[in-house]
C-alpha cells in the first residue's frame, strides 16, 4: 500500500500498528488532523474502538506516528538525490521535492507541521526528523562556500530557504495563489527565488 505519494506505507490485515497508521494517513487526506475520528480509523482498519488506544495510548500518539512517516518519506525524498550535482542544482531539486511532497500529500503535510507536537519532550522523534531534514539542507549550502562558515548564518539561511516553501505551499492548498503563471510556473519561479537568496554571498 503507498498513502504518501509513491512511498510505500507497510499494512498488514487487523489492528497492527502500521495498519491503523495506513488507515489514518488515507482519512487525512480527508480530515483536518484535530477532526481526525479515532472511531472511524478503528472501522476503516476493521478493528475494535479501543485498538488504536491499545497501540498508541491516545489520538496525539497515534496523529505522531502519522506524522513520523510523513517526515521519513520527506527526508527519503531529500536525501535521494544526485550528490553529484552542483550544489545551487541539488538544492534547487530539494526545493522541488519538498514541494512536490506538500502539495501532494497535502494531509499528512499538515499535521506534520502543526502546532500538536510542540513537546519536544514527547515527541523527540520527531523533532529529530526535523532537524535532520533542515540539516540536509543546511549542509549543502555550507558546501556552497558562498556564505562561509558560520553556524549561525547558515541556519538562517537554511530556515529562511525552508520558510519560503512553507509559506508557498501552504498558500496553494489553501487556495490563495491564483491566476497566472500557472502554478508549475510559479512553483519554478519560486524555488529559483529561494535558492538564489539562500546562496547570496555574505
Not at 498488514?12 to 472511531?39: F, N, Q, T
Not at 535558492?195 to 554571498?201: G, M, Q, S, T, Y
Request: charged share 25%; aromatic share 6%; glycine share 10%.
Amino acid at each position: 500500500m503507498r498513502n504518501l505519494k509513491g512511498v510505500p506505507v507497510k499494512s498488514s490485515p487487523g489492528g497492527s500498528r502500521e495498519h491503523l497508521v495506513s488507515c489514518a494517513l488515507e482519512l487525512l487526506h480527508r480530515d483536518h488532523p484535530e477532526d481526525l475520528s479515532i472511531r472511524e480509523v478503528a472501522r476503516r482498519a476493521g478493528v475494535s474502538s479501543g485498538a488504536p488506544y491499545h497501540h498508541f495510548g491516545d489520538k496525539p500518539g497515534l496523529l505522531a506516528a502519522c506524522a513520523r512517516v510523513g517526515w521519513e518519506a520527506l527526508i527519503e525524498r531529500l536525501e535521494g538525490l544526485d550528490h553529484a550535482l552542483a550544489i545551487e542544482q541539488q538544492l534547487t531539486h530539494s526545493a522541488q521535492a519538498y514541494l512536490d511532497y506538500a502539495l501532494t500529500n497535502a494531509g499528512c503535510y499538515r499535521l506534520m507541521m502543526s502546532r500538536l507536537f510542540y513537546d519536544v519532550e514527547r515527541y523527540r522523534d520527531l523533532d529529530e526528523l526535523r532537524a535532520r531534514a533542515m540539516g540536509g539542507v543546511i549542509a549543502r549550502i555550507d558546501r556552497s562556500g558562498v556564505v562561509g562558515h558560520e553556524p549561525a548564518v547558515l541556519k538562517a539561511r537554511g530556515i529562511g530557504l525552508w520558510s519560503i516553501l512553507h509559506g508557498y505551499a501552504i498558500l496553494r492548498l489553501d487556495g490563495s495563489v491564483k491566476g497566472m503563471p500557472t502554478p508549475q510556473e510559479q512553483q519554478d519561479q519560486l524555488v529559483a527565488l529561494a535558492v538564489r537568496l539562500a546562496l547570496l554571498p555574505v
